[in-house]
């Protein structure tokens, strides 16, 4: 069998999809074809009074059923396990093949019986070349248009000098010129130079777009190591940042725990707090490390989570922060019915704690937050609302972009790298969730226009 995978091809599972698209595409015309010609027939016969011979009349009503059923038949082969998405055997590419023959077929018989060169149906001829440029290999397309060509000459020049029978339509033309042999060397010429010219530029476009595309997939995949590459370095170089910070609270509990010696009170608070810091600092080390290996594998384990013990251990680590910003700080569980979600427990607590600890950070002194947890049977929803200096309208299109951070925050007093959102996002979509923000929030009052982020799981 020859082969009809197209020169450069890179990626096989796209290369089968645009071919199963393109084949049902054609299949979808070909209903319309059929539809199309029944309609000439019937408008041309009985409204135009074209004269057919019954044998011409007949036969083109036989052909355009034989279109029908063919369609039908490769429409069923098409879609069945036979066809098989491999560069060898019965593919998407050689149905593509099959149909553009038995439709080149058909469309020779229907021009012969309507007349050869004088038919207005050549002109489809052209059609079907520049879609099976879009489908077909260049050479195959070639010789096809080549054949094509040669066969409609000697069918012209046969029906001049008498060999062959020919099928005119009276009404059509007022005087025949398939017996003008000027006329039907020039017309033969002139089809068969825009059969080739037609070929030429639909094949030379379609290349270079396919060649196009398979460098652009190319490309994307370095892409793609080159960002594994990355998530793994990131990987090992924040595992190695651990053993210091580890080192670090060893010696601090040695003092807090006065194997050193005694410590004063004040001392030793601030080593409690310092103490403190060095967990979080671990516990951000552990969610960079969590989120490099989803970014890494692209997947996540999912377990039976329960969100409220979720939403629970993060408010007890914020808590005090809220308190020293003297702000409210409430959850609510309004659920109909509590029921543990599927998910990945420590990238759910990734999200929300990044979403409570960003309305905790910009939410002013005697602020408002409340954490509501709403759904029943088929979704879970939480919502995260505050007073807070809320989210400026010019920004809201990029909010969840890598790196941004909204205009209204002083960036002096408040740090941050602007990828919390952008991890959210990606988290709750990796749990085929969606997170949506309006601002101003529900609480919105005097103290700030606030933010309200809602997330349905």
């Known amino acids: 069998m020859i082969n009809l995978i197209p020169k450069h091809t890179y990626d096989y599972k796209e290369l089968w999809l645009l071919i199963r698209k393109r084949n049902s595409w054609l299949v979808n015309l070909r209903y319309f074809a059929f539809l199309f010609l029944l309609f000439f027939l019937v408008i041309s016969k009985f409204i135009f009074r074209l004269g057919y011979t019954n044998e011409q009349f007949y036969t083109l009503i036989i052909l355009s059923f034989c279109v029908l059923t ?15 998405d491999s560069p060898s055997g019965i593919n998407p590419i050689v149905i593509s093949l099959i149909q553009i023959q038995l439709d080149l077929l058909m469309l020779g018989l229907i021009v012969y019986y309507t007349g050869g060169i004088e038919s207005p149906f050549y002109i489809f001829f ?9 489908i077909l290999p260049g050479y195959v397309i070639y010789t096809i248009a080549g054949i094509i060509v040669v066969s409609f000459y000697f069918l012209s020049l046969c029906e001049y000098y008498g060999i062959i029978a020919h099928y005119g339509v009276s009404g059509l033309l007022n005087t025949p010129i398939y017996n003008n042999l000027d006329y039907v060397v020039i017309f033969s010429t002139a089809f ?3 059969m080739v010219v037609s070929v030429f530029l639909a094949n030379s476009i379609t290349s270079a777009l396919y060649r196009r595309e398979q460098d652009l997939k190319t490309t994307l995949d370095k892409l793609n190591n080159a960002e594994k590459i990355k998530q793994k370095y990131i990987m090992g170089v924040v595992h ?15 003092i807090i725990e006065k194997y050193a010696g005694p410590v004063s009170e004040n001392v030793e608070d601030k080593l409690i707090k310092a103490r403190h810091r060095s967990d979080e600092a671990i516990q951000i080390i552990n969610d960079v490390l969590y989120i490099s290996r989803l970014k890494l594998l692209g997947e996540i384990d999912k377990t039976d989570v329960d969100i409220t013990e979720v939403l629970n251990n993060i408010l007890s680590k914020r808590i005090i922060q809220a308190k020293a910003k003297n702000i409210s700080l409430t959850f609510k569980d309004n659920r109909e019915e509590k029921k543990n979600i599927q998910g990945d427990k420590n990238l759910l607590e990734i999200a929300f704690s990044n979403l ?19 759904g029943g049977k088929e979704k879970t929803e939480v919502e995260v609302c505050d007073n807070g200096i809320g989210i400026p309208e010019e920004d809201k299109g990029r909010i969840f972009s890598e790196f941004f951070r909204a205009s209204n ?11 919390g959102l952008s991890v959210v996002k990606q988290i709750i979509e990796q749990h085929r969730g969606i997170i949506t923000f309006e601002s101003p929030s529900r609480l919105a009052d005097d103290k700030g226009r606030g933010t309200s982020f809602n997330v349905e799981l």
Do not use: C, W
Not at 72 to 79: A, G, M, P, Y
Not at 126 to 134: E, R
Not at 409 to 419: D, P, R, Y
């Open 126 to 134: 052209i059609f079907h070349m520049i879609i099976g440029s879009m």
């Open 409 to 419: 925050v002083k960036h002096k007093i408040h740090e941050g790298t602007g990828t």
């Open 192 to 194: 068969g130079v825009m």
């Open 240 to 254: 190695e940042i651990k053993s210091p910070i580890a080192a670090v609270q060893s010696f601090l509990d040695l």
């Open 70 to 84: 063919y369609n039908l038949l490769l429409n069923l082969i098409s879609n069945s396990r036979f066809v098989k």
């Open 356 to 374: 409570i600890g960003n309305s905790v950070k910009y939410t002013g002194e005697g602020g408002r937050i409340e954490i509501v947890l709403s």
